[in-house]
């Protein structure tokens, strides 16, 4: 029997790649949707061995029991789940697990516990052939056997593969960057920062003692400033428990392309923020790119030099690769192209959403008509004021955050827009850094258009749209003036954030539950929030539903919110008490380095003379 007829003859099962925000959501909601197709689909396969779906199948068998008619067959369901990892990072909690204020277990949601009516496999997409209906994925097993890889037939798939970080040929960057995007990635930076104190404390050379001090944080999107903030005060915290280093000797700088940080929550809040955290000492180089950071130097196109054992880089993230692979319809971004149903745009069978879809966003009209009424009105205080020019009035954070991106990324010749915080690419003739190559120079542009990260590691209240951040100045107004637009044009594709993601894998989840019913699907529409953002223990900003709230408030509101989204009532106990506990008791300061070589210790009493270095 072909893999064809095998499809058709076996439960109807739906194949989700990726295990973060949609995939966990999307499946979540399936189980409860399907739930008696699913038990139809558990009993069919009952007679079945082994772990990976498709993979025991003999020729010949569709998998079925023989006394199954093909219409119930055909009505029970099965869901597959392909994740590299067993559990979903929800990664807003990614700069308190590096501060020590979250243990890094309850930052992590495990699948094979809140998914036990679907199947799990371990393991990567590396292709996709839609037209037969399977995919290949390479699993522990075979990479541990070195088989070839596994297809897995599928009637229904959701690419929710999520994103990577994106990198820039910066010399150096990839020897001695840092990023942090996993949990892995943030308690390996916090072991590092931590070893960094025991290296300064034990060394009697200044040079070695000041690039172990000296902290570089490249991007000033959320991910750079929450962990920045959260690490910031660990490490002066941990300084009161070394006799020889006082915390006023630390250097942070956050390097950041643009003339401002965090723009999603607003100029007055991103300005709060800026002044926050220039008065707890932190050097912030605004409309600065990085250039290089080779033998452990960090050199800034402004001509400065910073020695720094550590470089943090959070300057932005891009769809996962495998998108590229599958031969659907993709943007000039690498994102699948999705209708408002959040099916791949003319693909049938095919459903997308989160960091890998572009979904249309409906919602912009309602916004620019909204935006319509306020540019109306800051017209009519013009006139009243004595015909002020159009640029004295900000009627919106989204156009005050267009030009100030159109400032810090000026026009320049196609292909070298770079993104915020880093410098591979020249903006203008002279500049010492090198022209990438093409399909860097998209991922550059792309950069200076888009947030600098993806909320899952970002406040999942982020909800802006990235098109706002394309106009600015540059444009001529109606007026036959060149200068900056009194309002953005309305974004027509959602953001890439997890409040969108969230959202739509509800939406994707019921229209999947109706496609298989023959019901009608819905359109997916969600407008703005807010937006929330930590700036450390008991201090924040916070811009929701128009109201501006900073400081403690803001930090309240900011755990608040992220407390009631974190997925299962178990993490949400498991992490409430935590943060009672570190509010009774001190904070941690022990590095756990070891964990990153568990075997240096065997390996050294073996005989393997390895022994301990420092990251």
Request: glycine share 10%; aromatic share 4%.
């Amino acid at each position: 029997m072909t893999t064809e007829e095998q499809r058709r003859s076996g439960p109807t099962r739906i194949l989700i790649v990726g295990g973060g925000y949609v995939g966990l959501y999307t499946a979540l909601r399936l189980q409860e949707k399907l739930r008696r197709q699913l038990k139809r689909g558990a009993a069919e396969r009952r007679d079945q061995h082994g772990e990976v779906p498709g993979a025991d199948r003999e020729p010949g068998d569709s998998g079925a029991p023989a006394a199954v008619g093909a219409a119930e067959q055909r009505d029970a369901v099965e869901i597959v789940v392909v994740s590299p990892d067993p559990y979903m990072t929800y990664q807003p909690f990614l700069p308190e697990a590096a501060a020590g204020s979250i243990s890094p277990r309850h930052v992590v949601v495990p699948l094979r516990r809140v998914l036990p009516h679907c199947r799990l496999v371990i393991g990567e997409v590396r292709e996709i052939d839609h037209e037969s209906r399977t995919a290949r994925v390479v699993t522990l097993a075979t990479v541990e056997t070195g088989s070839e890889a596994i297809d897995i037939p599928y009637d229904e798939i959701v690419l929710a593969p999520g994103s990577v970080s994106r990198t820039l040929p910066v010399p150096g960057l990839a020897e001695h960057g840092i990023g942090f995007k996993t949990v892995e990635e943030a308690i390996g930076l916090r072991n590092h920062v931590l070893e960094q104190l025991d290296i300064a404390s034990s060394t009697r050379d200044p040079a070695l003692r000041d690039a172990a001090l000296t902290f570089v944080f490249v991007g000033g999107g959320y991910a750079g400033v929450e962990a920045l903030a959260e690490l910031e005060d660990m490490a002066r915290y941990a300084c009161r428990y070394y006799h020889n280093i006082r915390p006023e000797e630390l250097t942070f700088l956050l390097v950041e392309a643009s003339d401002r940080i965090l723009p999603e929550v607003g100029s007055e809040m991103g300005a709060y923020a800026l002044r926050e955290l220039r008065a707890r000492n932190i050097d912030v180089r605004l409309g600065t790119r990085l250039e290089s950071c080779e033998n452990r130097v960090a050199l800034l196109d402004d001509g400065s030099r910073h020695p720094a054992r550590t470089l943090v880089w959070t300057a932005g993230v891009k769809p996962h690769p495998v998108l590229a692979g599958t031969g659907f319809p993709l943007t000039a971004r690498g994102r699948v192209r999705c209708t408002p149903q959040l099916r791949v745009a003319g693909v049938e069978h095919a459903w997308a959403a989160g960091d890998a879809a572009s979904v249309p966003d409906l919602t912009a009209k309602r916004r620019a008509e909204r935006h319509g009424e306020v540019k109306r009105g800051a017209e009519h205080e013009s006139d009243r004021d004595g015909g002020a020019s159009e640029g004295d009035h900000r009627s919106g954070d989204a156009s005050e955050r267009a030009a100030h991106r159109e400032r810090a990324n000026p026009a320049t010749p196609e292909g070298t827009d770079g993104p915020p915080g880093a410098s591979g690419t020249p903006s203008a003739p002279g500049e010492r850094a090198s022209r990438p190559a093409p399909s860097e120079a998209a991922d550059a542009s792309e950069q200076a258009e888009l947030p600098a990260e993806l909320p899952e590691n970002a406040a999942a209240m982020a909800g802006e749209d990235a098109g706002a951040r394309r106009s600015g100045e540059g444009r001529v107004t109606s007026t036959g003036r060149t200068g900056r637009a009194a309002e953005p044009a309305p974004a027509t594709e959602c953001a890439p954030n997890a409040q969108h993601a969230v959202r739509q894998a509800r939406c994707l989840a019921d229209n999947i539950a109706a496609s298989l019913t023959g019901r009608p699907l819905s359109d997916y529409r969600h407008s703005y929030a807010g937006s929330v953002a930590s700036l450390g223990l008991h201090k924040g900003v916070a811009h929701v539903y128009g109201r501006k709230l900073k400081g403690y408030p803001a930090w309240f509101m900011h755990r608040a919110y992220h407390l009631s989204r974190v997925p299962t009532f178990n993490r949400k106990a498991r992490v409430l008490s935590e943060w009672v506990l570190s509010g009774l008791f001190k904070r941690e300061i022990v590095s756990l380095g070891s964990l990153e070589h568990p075997r240096a210790e065997f390996e050294l009493a073996a005989g393997t003379e390895r022994r301990p270095h420092a990251s």
